[in-house]
């Protein structure tokens, strides 16, 4: 993982409950943000612009993931 991604500022959804099998988001300086998985904090992580974040979290509340 890159150093400006394991110096952000991680964390869960208040809906996780605590659970450890969880993907963590970090908003971070220059429009980037961070998504990895919890179980491996110090493993790989994906990062996105804050457009393509916008969508995604827009087309997921909206339902649009949802199977038919």
């Known amino acids: 993982m890159s150093t400006y991604l394991s110096e952000a500022l991680w964390f869960k959804s208040s809906y996780s409950g605590g659970s450890q099998e969880c993907v963590e988001v970090a908003f971070i300086g220059g429009n980037v943000i961070g998504v990895r ?32």
């Not at 491996?40 to 087309?59: H, V």
């Open 37 to 68: 998985d919890s179980k491996e904090r110090g493993g790989p992580a994906l990062s996105f612009t804050a457009a393509a974040w916008d969508a995604f979290t827009a087309n997921t509340r909206s339902c649009r993931f949802d199977r038919p």
